[in-house]
Structures are given as C-alpha cells and as structure tokens.
C-alpha cells in the first residue's frame, strides 16, 4: 500500500488499555475552551484548537 508514493510505517503496540480511565473536569475544560462544534453537525464534528 502506498500514498504518494510512500509506504506506511506499521508498528504493533503492545500496550494495554485499560477500561474506565478518564480524563480529571478540570482538564476537560481546558480542552472544551479551544473546540469548536459545526452547528450543523453538532454532534459529529468537533474542531480542538491547539494552544
């Protein structure tokens, strides 16, 4: 498989990710201060802003 011209760089990852971890309200407001949502696809598309 190539895209314009390239190969992917395919690596397995042998970390486990564990069920139920969340991220703390105070750093989910920080990241919710730089999104923006389409108003027409308000629950689909969510544009996050870097800092």
Do not use: Y
Not at 18 to 47: C, F, Q, T, Y
């Amino acid at each position: 498989m190539k895209w314009k011209g390239v190969s992917p760089v395919v690596r397995l990852n042998h970390k486990v990710c564990h069920k139920g971890v969340s991220v703390s309200k105070k750093a989910m407001w920080k990241v919710e201060a730089r999104s923006e949502r389409n108003p027409l696809l308000a629950k689909w598309d969510i544009l996050i802003r870097p800092v």
